[in-house]
């Protein structure tokens, strides 16, 4: 890939907040989602994207529209069921586009003039769906029920991404979704006495693992049938997942001491060093000496050592296809 003179980022912070009531918790989390686009933005040479709404900013070298705890499905679906305590705001990947839709006039003026603007673009768009299976599993929605929410949410992703390539869009980068079985906070909040509910190998969480496997699954389905609508697109899949599970089953092959553990958590106390009343930010919560010997940060996110070794393998390969740079 040439070198890209814009880079545009949509994306989701996932955040701690889902497993509380996220309306009061707002001042207690730390989001490191979007340091992926950190990454691009030093591999390309280009200036951190500013945020889409800031005053003043120039955005003609790219824009960063990501929300905090954003939803692929829209609000209205989560209200319906219920389950709207759970959800950080009501932005979706339908409220970005709309952001960019608006932008695109001071970006560029004829249609000649957008199409090679944004063919000399990346796209980043996502990670989404964490936070819209964050919120049944929190509110304690069945399992079974939570598994039929992934052909939509991968059908909503889709269909953001369809809506940015009829806005020009050439070249996307579409995350998946990390193994959320291997996460402190997960592996916290549903600690099994059964050793069946747990992967041999990795001591990660079966199911919630096979939830994420099955929605990525999913969404490489849907990118696909896109990449054949749309041939002269590049149209890449971000795989979180292969990465992440490489670290959990091999972290000292990768420089990791330790792959289950959060590094900013609950004081070394408990397996995971996770404790929802000590959350990283939080009264009681310490942060490790070391934090790129650890693959999470706060029990939920990675560690910016797990996500520069990501953002290379989206880079480069092997985490991605295809690569960026391919």
């Given at each position: 890939?040439?070198h ?19 309306r009061?918790a707002?001042?207690?989390?730390t989001?490191t ?8 933005a ?11 709404q800031?005053?003043?900013k120039?955005f003609k070298?790219?824009?960063?529209f990501?929300i905090?705890g954003?939803?692929?499905l829209?609000?209205s679906?989560?209200k ?5 305590q759970?959800i950080w705001n009501?932005?979706?990947i ?6 960019l ?8 003026k004829s249609?000649?003039e957008?199409?090679?603007y ?7 768009v ?8 964050n919120?049944?599993?929190?509110s ?8 039929t ?7 909503a992703i889709?269909?953001?991404v369809?809506k940015l390539?009829e806005?020009?869009?050439?070249d996307l ?16 909040l549903?600690?099994s006495?059964?050793?069946s509910?747990y992967?041999?190998r990795?001591?990660?969480l ?7 496997f099955?929605?990525n699954r999913?969404l ?5 049938q896109?990449?054949k609508?749309?041939p002269?697109?590049?149209i890449m899949?971000?795989d979180?997942f292969?990465a992440?599970?490489q ?6 092959k990768?420089?990791f ?7 900013c958590?609950a004081?070394g106390s408990g397996?995971?060093n996770f ?6 930010g939080?009264?009681?919560a310490?942060v ?6 650890y693959?999470?940060w ?8 797990a996500?520069?070794?990501v953002?290379?393998g ?6 991605a296809?295809p690569?960026i740079?391919?």
């Open positions: 890939m040439e890209r003179g814009l880079l545009l980022v949509l994306a989701a912070a996932l955040c701690l907040a889902g497993a509380a009531d996220a009061h707002k001042k207690s989390f989001f989602d979007g340091i992926f686009y950190q990454f691009a030093e591999h390309f040479g280009l200036p951190l994207p500013p945020a889409s800031a005053h003043g120039d070298k790219g824009a960063n990501a905090t954003a939803t692929a829209e609000y679906f989560f319906a069921h219920g389950i709207d759970r009501t932005g979706s339908n409220t970005q586009i709309g952001w839709q608006k932008m695109k006039p001071s970006l560029c249609e000649k957008c199409k090679d944004f063919s000399k673009s990346l796209f980043v996502g990670e989404f769906g964490g936070n819209d299976y919120a049944p599993l929190f304690g929605v069945a399992f079974s029920d939570v598994k929410y992934v052909p939509l949410v991968a059908k889709a269909n953001g369809e390539i806005l020009g869009a050439t980068l579409v995350p998946g979704i990390l193994p959320i079985g291997c996460f402190p906070l997960y592996l916290t549903y600690n006495s059964k050793k509910d992967n041999a990795t001591g990660c079966r199911r919630y693992n096979r939830l994420a099955h929605h999913e490489k389905q849907q990118l696909d896109l990449q609508k749309y002269k697109t590049k899949y971000g979180y292969k992440a599970m670290f959990v089953v091999s972290p000292g990768f420089g001491s330790t792959a289950l553990q959060a590094c958590g004081g397996a995971y404790n929802l009343k000590k959350k990283c939080e009264a009681g310490s490790c000496s070391n934090p790129s010997a693959v999470s706060d029990g939920i996110h990675m560690t910016e050592a996500y520069r070794m953002a290379n989206w880079l480069n390969g092997p985490y296809s690569p740079m391919k």
